[in-house]
């Protein structure tokens, strides 16, 4: 199973980027999707989620209001789109995805078994 992350590129505080975690092999309805970001030296963090067969959503805190993480279906893709960005946003930015995973642990990063990529979002000030 593989991920793939895209979109990331480089903005302006209080610009606007969309990335997008796409799957070749399966239905990502059937497995709750992740993203997380690494800033440098500093801890993977949880960022959104999306629990499995479901259309709810979870979020970090400082993100709240700012990103969106949505499905779409037609292009078997998870999107992150992320408004007002900061500098404090930049980070590389990554896509999980597990099958099996329940919904009080989905901000925690070991509870994924797929992982792709990340896609490098830096904002300037």
């Known amino acids: 199973v593989q991920l793939q992350a895209s979109g990331g590129g480089l903005v302006r505080a209080g610009g606007s980027r969309k990335l997008s975690c796409t799957a070749s092999e399966f239905a990502f309805r059937r497995y709750a999707v992740g993203w997380f970001r690494q800033a440098p030296g500093k801890e993977r963090e949880f960022v959104a989620a999306l629990p499995r067969n479901s259309d709810s959503t979870v979020y970090e805190d400082s993100v709240k209001g700012r990103f969106t993480i949505s499905r779409d279906r037609t292009e078997n893709a998870v999107h992150l789109q992320m408004n007002s960005l900061k500098p404090e946003d930049t980070a590389v930015y990554y896509c999980?995805?597990?099958?099996?995973?329940?919904?009080?642990?989905?901000?925690?990063?070991?509870?994924?078994?797929?992982w792709g990529p990340g896609t490098l979002v830096t904002v300037s000030s």
């Open positions: 999980a995805a597990s099958n099996r995973i329940i919904l009080s642990n989905l901000r925690n990063r070991s509870g994924y078994q797929y």
